[in-house]
């Protein structure tokens, strides 16, 4: 059964504090890993799709990146605006079903 | 990407009652799902909704409580029927724009509470 865990569950930053939030998961053949970024009340907004170890993609401040267990978002010198839930989610080779995570709360004080 | 919307955006509905969420789509997509996400949770896929054909739905969710229609491309909605306040979350329709792109893309929500 495929699987995300996602860590830290939450995570204070002060603007220009750089970090990384972590994805891991468990899957028979990735297809894809997917970054989203959720405000509150809102619907997930699609941020990057990795496909393959070793691969990474940046928007702005934020790069991710991909190894054949876990994903890393990267957020360099963030800002207030950065802040919200960030969604993990992988879909496996057998499926076109989406697994997510938890998702890890991030918030960033000015 | 596509333009995802859908009505209505919240609603506070009593116990035993019907509601029938909306999800209409800028341009015609492949694949169209609906998703569940309770408060502080994450996603849970209720079900894909198929172009002509009855949903598929997940373990743990059946026709009879959340019955799906999608008569076109571009349109589906999904019910969720004799409510209870366990059905309070929001529902997320998602869509795969085309076949040779696996990005699922979310429309904005329909907060639902139940008393």
Redesign the interface.
């Known amino acids: 059964e495929d699987q995300v865990t996602q860590s830290p569950e939450a995570l204070r930053l002060q603007e220009g504090e750089s970090s990384s939030l972590n994805c891991s998961y468990t899957v028979s053949g990735l297809r894809g890993l997917f970054w989203y970024r959720q405000d509150p009340g809102k619907g997930p907004e699609f941020l990057f799709t990795l496909y393959s170890a070793g691969e990474e993609k940046e928007k702005e401040r934020l790069k991710a990146t991909l190894t054949k267990k876990e994903s890393f978002l990267h957020i360099t010198a963030p800002k207030p605006e950065d802040s919200a839930t960030y969604l993990c989610a992988v879909q496996g080779a057998d499926g076109q079903n989406f697994v997510f995570g938890p998702g890890t709360r991030l918030s960033v004080l000015p | 990407?596509a333009v995802?919307s859908q009505k209505p955006s919240r609603d506070i509905c009593q116990r035993g009652t019907s509601l029938t969420i909306q999800c209409q789509v800028d341009s015609q997509v492949t694949?169209m799902f609906w998703y569940r996400q309770q408060p502080g949770?994450?996603?849970?896929?209720i079900a894909?909704a198929n172009q002509g054909s009855e949903a598929t739905y997940?373990s743990g969710f059946v026709i009879d409580k959340f019955p799906i229609s999608r008569p076109n491309l571009t349109f589906s909605t999904l019910t969720v029927s004799n409510m209870s306040p366990e059905d309070s979350s929001?529902y997320?329709c998602?869509v795969?724009p085309r076949l040779a792109e696996?990005?699922?893309?979310?429309?904005?929500?329909t907060?639902l509470l139940v008393l």
């Open positions: 990407s995802i694949m949770q994450s996603l849970t896929l894909t997940e929001i997320l998602s795969t696996e990005t699922q893309y979310f429309g904005p929500g907060r």
